[in-house]
């Protein structure tokens, strides 16, 4: 049953009229969204999925370079040339 207003009084609608059509509309607009989901990735968290990538430490070799920088063996400019173009290398690529 339909009201509007005081004067206006309608009868029961069947369910096979104008809801069929209405259903018919809502389909056919909800079809058009399809394909249109998308997702960016900020840089920052590109970046830490990549770092979870890496291989875990290895305690091994930090515990023998620790001990020959205590030492002062340990060739800081030369390997430090290495590991920051391995490091650049890495972030370009």
């Known amino acids: 049953m339909q009201v509007n207003g005081l004067s206006h009084l309608h009868s029961a ?3 096979s009229g104008p809801h ?3 259903a ?3 389909t056919s607009r909800a079809d058009s969204w399809l394909g ?3 997702l960016d990735i900020s840089p920052e968290a590109d ?15 930090v515990s023998e370079l620790r001990a020959q920088i205590a030492s002062g063996t340990y060739e800081a400019e ?7 173009g391995r490091l650049l ?5």
Do not use: C, N, Y
């Open 13 to 15: 609608q069947s369910i």
């Open 20 to 22: 069929r059509t209405h």
């Open 24 to 26: 018919a509309e809502a």
């Open 36 to 38: 249109v989901d998308q």
């Open 47 to 61: 970046l830490v999925s990549r770092v979870r990538d890496l291989p875990d430490t290895r305690a091994d070799r």
């Open 78 to 84: 030369a390997k430090l040339d290495v590991a920051l």
């Open 89 to 93: 290398d890495e972030m370009a690529g």
